[in-house]
């Protein structure tokens, strides 16, 4: 190789790391949500805020230990989903609510800022950890989204954890499925306006690469019927992720967020009017998600670090760890 093009290599590598010296290390982070909806402080008992509290830390802290040892966002997000989705507290995996046939149908998606590569799974029903199907969807399939039985055939030919159905059953969801119930039968037709069920799960993350990414799990809605499925794994409305934009993870009436496309809307209003996550999230969530009659919350974040966790709901389980610093989790809206 020629001496010229030899000291033109070595150059240009010094250039590109004594720019990264100067730009010095992506400040990683991580933001958690483990659902929006009627949260009220007077109904919380101080041992419940405290369950809530203690898990969102364990889910937080988890995802965070990925990021400081250097792993990735995506696997920051599917990490601290787990922990979520293991705990009967939210409305996913483990806490799902029940169908109007008494069965637990749960959803997940994944997206990788990255490359924009996402993987989904639709009313799954013995798979243990939702999120880890729609992330296996993403890496060993060419697809995006599989759905019910599809999916758990799936999940069961790669090895991933498999569990009755039973394994799903509280007594809480259990409960709220009967009184759902119950007030249909006094309606005497399919309730138009559905209890919302809070509890959905999801986290966001940027690594020390500068990369994004997004994850969310959830039950869906109580009482649910015909397959419904809602906004989790529908990409663009639960679930985005883009490192030219933005991270998000959505909770709430997934109907509504399918409808305004809420996840993409704020990833587009930051490309396209080239305003900050919080504006965006801000106009999507507090302005325009209600005039459609929509309710509840997203969690984001973007490649220099900005965070939202905004909401129109009476609270949303939420929380964020920020490089060296330590967690700090939220529940009501004050």
């Known amino acids: 190789m020629p001496f010229r093009t030899l000291i033109a290599i070595f150059a240009m590598i010094f250039l590109a790391f004594n720019s990264c010296s100067r730009r010095g290390p992506v400040p990683f982070a991580i933001v958690i949500h483990g659902g929006a909806g009627t949260i009220l402080r007077e109904k919380m008992t101080s041992e419940m805020e405290t369950a809530y509290k203690v898990k969102m830390e364990e889910a937080i802290l988890a995802g965070y230990r990925i990021l400081d040892s250097g792993g990735t966002a995506i696997e920051a997000v599917k990490t601290s989903i787990i922990i979520l989705e293991n705990s009967p507290l939210f409305n996913a995996g483990k806490g799902a609510v029940f169908n109007h046939e008494g069965k637990n149908e749960l959803d997940a998606a994944i997206m990788d800022g990255s490359n924009r590569k996402a993987g989904a799974v639709a009313g799954v029903t013995v798979v243990k950890n939702p999120i880890l199907a729609a992330y296996s969807v993403m890496t060993q399939t060419p697809h995006v989204l599989l759905s019910g039985k599809g999916a758990d055939e799936f999940a069961k030919s790669i090895g991933l954890e498999i569990v009755d159905p ?50 969310t799990s959830t039950g869906g809605m109580n009482n649910k019927r015909y397959g419904r499925i809602g ?20 909770t709430g009436h997934g109907e509504f967020f399918i409808r305004k496309v809420v996840a993409y809307d704020i990833a587009a209003k930051m490309k396209y009017l080239k305003i900050s996550l919080q504006e965006a999230a801000t106009q999507v969530i507090m302005d325009e998600l209600p005039s459609f009659g929509g309710n509840g919350g997203v969690i984001g974040i973007d490649t220099q670090g900005n965070m939202i966790m905004e909401f129109n709901t009476a609270g949303m389980y939420r929380g964020y760890m920020k490089q060296g610093e330590h967690p700090r989790i939220f529940i009501f809206r004050d």
């Open 166 to 215: 039973s394994y799903f059953y509280t007594e809480a969801r259990y409960k709220s499925l009967m009184e759902e119930l119950s007030r249909e039968a006094k309606k005497n037709s399919l309730d138009k306006n559905p209890n919302n069920s809070s509890g959905t799960v999801g986290a966001v993350a940027l690594d020390r690469y500068g990369n994004i990414a997004a994850g």
């Open 231 to 250: 906004d989790t794994p529908v990409i663009g409305a639960g679930t985005y992720a883009d490192n030219n934009t933005c991270a998000i993870s959505a």
